[in-house]
């Protein structure tokens, strides 16, 4: 489908965020017509194309976002919209319920008023909690340890209880370790208070930090550090529009992937890789643990590779590496917030 005639407009939520961001350069340069939704809490106005329609408002407001669609003939909606920090989400669970759960629930109400017909969700792999297994394959126990996870999961199950009844299809991705920022440099991470450690690398690495720590050395991974599948942003933002397209094709069909690239680095490749690109060491301060983070956490990609044309563009954590610290360098030199 990408190089036909678009059948409508697509939504994106939260399309001024990270990876929002990176989901709307995908379509426009697949050459979808995109309105962006965003109550710019955490996004910016800046990272939205002038060839995207832009609208200011919560997805939470089912009256507005019913309107929107109709206004727009929006036929699909993309949903980024929500908070995904697991530390806050256990310090303040009722945030994550309202913004994750509840919002979602009222952004598939106005879906189905509206009469958008497929849902592209932004799930997360902190939907299995400690895995059983690695690499963890979807039909994996699920078994979030914090309240993000859960949120992220009551959504899934709201997206199924809802295409039963109405005519609606869905894919639910759940990410593994975004990082890495579009490789033209029109998007990246600035969100405030990020927390990936490629993002906080990158930082370290430009002068924003003074040293990076890495949480426990004790790990069952052969350096003893954590070990986690780190997918480059504008790869997932990729398999959002096959998803979408799948979708479009397939309207009886709904869809649960795992997105990861199926092998992972530990916290230490990591840091060395950053150290190398950048020819310049950046301090590492060892520290405990923190609590519940597993030893790996990997993607079975199997589902997604068999299920959809997707093929990555960007696996290799020197790309990803690189692109991020060239990202920190363009925020520096625009005088952006970060």
Not at 47 to 61: E, H, L, M, N, R
Not at 224 to 246: F, K, P
């Amino acid at each position: 489908m990408s190089d036909a005639p678009k059948p409508f407009p697509v939504m994106v939520t939260g399309g001024a965020g990270y990876i929002g961001s990176h989901a709307v350069l995908a379509l426009l340069d697949a050459g979808w017509p995109v309105v962006v939704v965003d109550n710019l809490a955490t996004g910016f106005r800046w990272s939205i194309p002038d060839t995207a329609t832009f609208v200011q408002g919560d997805v939470a407001d089912v009256q507005l976002m019913t309107e929107v669609i109709r206004e727009y003939r929006i036929g699909a909606i993309l949903h980024f919209a929500g908070s995904l920090l697991v530390q806050e989400s256990v310090d303040d669970p009722l945030k994550y319920y309202r913004n994750n759960t509840a919002a979602s629930r009222a952004l598939i109400e106005a879906a189905v008023a509206g009469g958008a017909r497929h849902f592209v969700f932004s799930s997360t792999a902190a939907t299995y909690g400690v895995p059983e297994m690695v690499p963890i394959p979807e039909g994996a126990p699920k078994a979030p340890i914090n309240p993000y996870g859960r949120s992220k999961l009551m959504t899934e199950e709201i997206l199924d209880d809802a295409a039963r009844v109405h005519p609606f299809n869905y894919c639910a991705l759940r990410y593994f370790n975004v990082a890495g920022a579009d490789p033209q440099g029109r998007s990246g991470q600035s969100t405030r208070g990020a927390t990936h450690l490629i993002h906080i690398a990158a930082e370290a690495a430009t002068g924003k930090r003074a040293h990076v720590n890495v949480y426990g050395t004790d790990y069952a991974t052969p350096d003893g550090t954590g070990v986690r599948d780190y997918i480059h942003v504008s790869d997932l933002a990729d398999a959002h529009v096959h998803a979408l397209e799948h979708l479009i094709g397939h309207p009886g069909d709904s869809l649960t992937l795992n997105c990861g690239y199926g092998h992972g680095y530990s916290v230490l490749e990591v840091l060395d890789t950053v150290d190398r690109v950048t020819n310049h060491p950046i301090e590492r301060k060892l520290v405990g643990r923190r609590p519940g983070d597993p030893d790996a956490l990997v993607a079975d990609n199997r589902a997604i590779l068999s299920t959809l044309p997707w093929r990555p563009r960007y696996d290799d954590i020197g790309q990803i590496v690189t692109d991020a610290l060239s990202w920190e360098r363009t925020l520096r030199e625009r005088g952006l917030s970060s």
